[in-house]
DNA sequence: ACGAGACAGTTGCATTTGGAAGGAGTACGC
DNA sequence: GCGTACTCCTTCCAAATGCAACTGTCTCGT
């Protein structure tokens, strides 16, 4: 086992550094263009609607987008503003907050929906077949679990 | 062809996001505990040394690593003021540049790629199988080659 | 040879970011 | 119970970001 990473993984991960910023920048401009949501913000509203009740923790949340603290403490701020989410208290920590998604956040999100994942089939299923994708999930997870799992990185 | 793209899909995509720039942020948090060059310099550093004679136009440059324009633009500023990169203007269409890595921007690149290296191997190995590797690369590439065609983004 | 339009790169501005420091609350050994 | 160490979230600051507007240059049709 050298020190160095073979070309292979080199190449893989390279071409996923720039599909995927691709990708990213891509479901961006279309967002933009419809005068939808930003990206960034679907992934706060989805990764909530996802959650037991509509809320998660602050920090949680934080780990689950791989947002810094002080990032989604401003975002959250921003979003309360806009009514597409409401803090709070959490009954059993005074230290901690939840972020609930309200029904106008469900709503925006929802409409930000279509264009994401129209975007994303674009992308995605003109470069990938059914089973391929099939293959890339559990490479991808697990990935995905060492991040859980490993020494984390706060903000 | 239902208009909602597959979960498939729709899991590989998810997965892919959160490990990759949780990757990237392990890489970030290395560099900066070692007291080296960011990741984004490091890119610019890298893509410019893989480049004929060490140099890229701007645009090129931009293209490549999905720098906006103008993002690039100060990023080239601060790395000449570092003095890892010089600005050389086009000879034969005058409104163009091309940055060129200096070999002190060789060196720090360098010195860069040994922790990158590892903390890539740490992640990467662990989670993926050299076949598995290999089999990502193709479809990686299908997606940066759609990226190279597309209508492109400016910024 | 001229003008409209595309393109290269930069700059201005408002917004956003990340990290470190701070205030309040909790956990736990003793 | 009390002190220390840790955690949750926020605030502060300097730095970075993106978009849109701008200057100068090239291209191409006529």
């Known amino acids: 086992m050298p020190h160095i990473i073979s070309r292979n993984h080199q190449n893989a991960w390279r071409s996923l550094l720039i599909a995927q910023s ?8 279309q967002l933009r263009k419809a005068n939808e949501i930003s990206f960034d913000v679907y992934e706060v509203l989805q990764t909530l609607e996802d959650s037991e009740g ?38 059993d920590d005074r230290r901690g907050w939840y972020a609930v998604v309200t029904p106008k956040g469900k709503e925006v999100r929802h409409r930000a929906c279509d264009i994401v994942q ?6 995605w299923e003109k470069s990938l077949s059914d ?14 679990k060492l991040a859980r799992d490993y020494e984390p990185i706060r903000g």
């Open 22 to 29: 691709w990708a990213i920048r891509q479901i961006e401009f």
């Open 131 to 144: 089973e391929e994708a099939v293959a890339l999930v559990p490479v991808m997870e697990s990935v995905t």
């Open 118 to 123: 129209t975007t994303l089939q674009a992308i």
């Open 54 to 91: 509509g809320k998660l923790r602050m920090s949680d949340l934080a780990d689950r987008i791989l947002f810094s603290r002080s990032g989604l403490t401003r975002m959250i701020d921003r979003l309360e503003e806009l009514g597409y989410v409401v803090r709070e208290p959490s009954p």
